[in-house]
């Protein structure tokens, strides 16, 4: 079984930056798929950012496409989101995923482990 903890979410204002942290234990995620979601009040789940297990593919969705980059560190286990000129659209929570099956589809369906999300609120 993988856990996985999200932390460094919080309230910032338009045009700020907040780095998002996906910690993983019980099991290293070096062979897995991992992606950032967020889902508003009222809105499905979105695949924000993923990134593949040998950190060669990268998705972002076009609405973060240059604001945000997805990394991981495999030493310690973590993922992070860096993410830049945050807009108050951006407002959600977020979420990591892991998907152990050797494969880099984004929907949330595919992935097997989740953690408890984040809240993000970015004020205008």
């Known amino acids: 079984q993988v856990q996985l903890v999200e932390s460094g979410g919080g309230l910032v204002q338009a045009g700020g930056s907040l780095r998002l942290s996906c910690a993983a234990s019980?099991?290293?995620?070096?062979?897995?798929?991992v992606a950032w979601f967020r889902q508003a009040p009222g809105k499905e789940r979105e695949a924000v950012a993923g990134?593949?297990?040998?950190?060669?593919?990268?998705y972002y969705a076009d609405s973060v496409k240059s604001r945000f980059t997805i990394s991981r560190d495999n030493a310690k286990n973590t993922v992070y989101l860096q993410m830049n000129s945050l807009k108050p659209e951006d407002t959600a929570v977020y979420y990591c995923?892991?998907?152990?099956?050797?494969?880099?589809?984004?929907?949330?369906?595919?992935?097997?482990?989740w953690g408890q999300g984040t809240q993000v609120t970015v004020s205008s």
């Open positions: 019980g099991r290293t995620v070096r062979s897995y798929t």
């Open positions: 995923a892991a998907d152990a099956n050797y494969r880099f589809q984004l929907s949330p369906n595919e992935f097997d482990y």
């Open positions: 990134i593949s297990w040998t950190g060669v593919n990268l």
